[in-house]
């Protein structure tokens, strides 16, 4: 039986990419896009909120360098903008504020 080519959206690629590489108790991946002047549909623009026992010890560059890394590709592909914050379990139990997205001025 031959298997069909699935074609995942960049959303789902940013999840699965994301709980691989960090094994996030808590992930959120939120298209933005919407947000910017691209065309309808695109994926282009995200926000991640992910909670991960792989922050601890790490300042924010590092727990930053290490999203970028897991979505690398991505970002070759095209994800042209990523909001990240990022939390270690702890900081996110007394996190009751995630910052609003801002909209595009261009």
């Known amino acids: ?5 699935i ?3 960049v959303e789902q690629i940013i999840t699965e990419k994301l709980t691989a590489a960090l094994s996030p108790s808590h992930l959120e991946v939120i298209n933005e ?3 910017h002047h691209v065309p309808p549909n ?10 991960s026992s792989e922050f601890e010890g790490k300042r924010l560059i590092g727990r ?3 999203v970028n890394e ?5 970002f070759a592909r095209g994800l042209h903008a990523l909001s990240m914050h990022t939390y270690t379990p702890q900081e996110w139990l007394v996190e009751t504020d995630v910052p609003v997205s801002p909209k595009c001025k261009g």
């Open 64 to 66: 930053h360098r290490a």
């Open 70 to 74: 897991a979505l690398a590709e991505e």
């Open 1 to 5: 039986m031959p298997i069909e080519n």
């Open 33 to 35: 896009s919407h947000n």
């Open 42 to 51: 695109s994926e282009t623009h995200f926000k991640v909120i992910i909670t």
């Open 7 to 9: 074609v995942m959206s």
